[in-house]
């Protein structure tokens, strides 16, 4: 079983910036592939990042490309996601999820964090 805790949502300003933090339970942390997600009201939700259990290959979704960086510290048992040169229509509740592999479908996720609210916004 692995737990996990999602934070470093809040409300900024278009161009702003915002870390986000997902901080993990279980002992097998550095095993899983990680993924960060989003959903907007109304939409469904997307792949923002995943990487793998080394961390050495990170995949990102086109519109967050050059401004999300997402990264993970195994002896932390946390996986970040940096995202810098924020837009309105980045505005949606951001999700961690653990897996076996990075994928962009959030079906091959086994477990999700609560989410954290992230508003971009003037």
């Known amino acids: 079983q692995v737990q996990l805790l999602t934070s470093g949502g809040g409300l900024v300003q278009p161009g702003g910036s915002l870390r986000l933090s997902c901080a993990t339970s279980?002992?097998?942390?550095?095993?899983?592939?990680m993924g960060w997600f989003r959903q907007a009201p109304g939409k469904k939700r997307e792949f923002v990042a995943s990487?793998?259990?080394?961390?050495?290959?990170?995949y990102y979704a086109d519109f967050v490309k050059g401004r999300f960086t997402m990264s993970r510290d195994n002896a932390k048992n946390t996986v970040y996601l940096q995202m810098n040169s924020l837009k309105p229509e980045d505005t949606a509740v951001y999700y961690c999820?653990?897996?076996?592999?990075?994928?962009?479908?959030?079906?091959?996720?086994?477990?999700w964090g609560q989410g954290t609210q992230v508003t971009v916004s003037s």
């Open positions: 999820a653990a897996g076996r592999l990075a994928v962009a479908d959030p079906a091959g996720y086994d477990y």
């Open positions: 279980g002992r097998t942390f550095s095993s899983y592939a």
């Open positions: 990487n793998n259990w080394s961390g050495g290959t990170t």
